[in-house]
């Protein structure tokens, strides 16, 4: 629904799917942190107490993580999205690419209880900036167990530095996102908004696998061997011009002409 409306002439959504959409954008970034802080926890595990890792990581206990990462923004935003679609709207323009819950409660008249949509805010807050404490704890161990040898470093290396990659490129993101729609500026051209708007929803998952990738050397060696491929044909083939196709180029009618559709600040259809 969002990247068809993206592409739709007008850019207007019923206020159900807009509040859909900011209960998917919210639990993808909570799940997204929730689940750094597991991998953080068990990098800790790995490194600082090895002897008790098997004992500690068990099936169950790897369960009740990914539970907790996956069911916690689920319910914590659930709430939250079921105490905003009570209130009542006096305004229909958003002034962002995509539906965030706050915006829509900014919507509402000035005589609507928002106490309660508030208090669930602050709490969610304070639990997943507990997630960034949290995280800030373990790899505190873990550079002072990694520092004292050079063994040690060396596996701080291959095993955490992907994920401090990830984590940095998540918060970075993040922190820009939240400091842009607290202080966006009209002033900017409208197509910068639209791409600072989308880069919260588009570096995390385009980075990750790259990142997680590249580790593997199976899927390393077969990246660069598809590089290596294309690189081979794209040489062979300016060895000598195709006669054919140069005559089905000629004789080919002139393509569709594309069009830029402009981006427009989002519309709540009621």
């Known amino acids: 629904m969002f990247l068809l409306n993206l592409l739709w002439f007008t850019q207007e959504i019923s206020y159900g799917w807009c509040l859909f959409q900011a209960f998917v954008l919210y639990s993808f970034a909570c799940c997204e942190l929730s689940i750094l802080a597991v991998m953080a926890y068990d990098r800790y595990l790995a490194i600082c107490r090895p002897l008790h890792y098997q004992s500690l990581m068990t099936i169950r206990r790897l369960s009740q993580l990914v539970g907790f990462s996956w069911l916690t923004p689920f319910c914590i935003f659930s709430i939250s999205i079921l105490l905003t679609s009570r209130l009542k709207l006096c305004s229909l323009k958003i002034k962002k690419l995509f539906c965030v819950n706050w915006i829509i409660v900014q919507l509402t008249c000035q005589d609507s209880d928002t106490l309660s949509n508030t208090i669930v805010s602050y709490a969610t807050i304070l639990i997943y900036v507990s997630h960034g404490f949290f995280i800030i704890w373990t790899y505190m161990h873990i550079i002072r167990t990694c520092a004292t040898s050079k063994d040690d470093r060396v596996k701080f290396m291959q095993t955490c530095l992907p994920h401090l990659v990830s984590l940095i490129t998540f918060l970075t993101v993040i922190v820009f996102d939240l400091m842009y729609m607290r202080y966006s500026s009209t002033d900017l051209p409208q197509s910068l908004q639209n791409f600072i708007a989308i880069e919260f929803v588009l570096f995390p998952p385009m980075m990750n696998p790259l990142i ?34 140069q005559r089905c180029a000629s004789s080919s009618e002139p393509g569709p002409v594309s069009l830029k559709l402009p981006f427009r600040v989002c519309s709540l259809v009621l």
């Open 212 to 245: 997680y990738g590249f580790k593997l050397t199976k899927i390393r060696n077969r990246i660069l061997s598809l590089f290596r491929i294309g690189g081979q044909q794209s040489e062979g083939g300016n060895k000598g011009p195709n006669r054919s196709s």
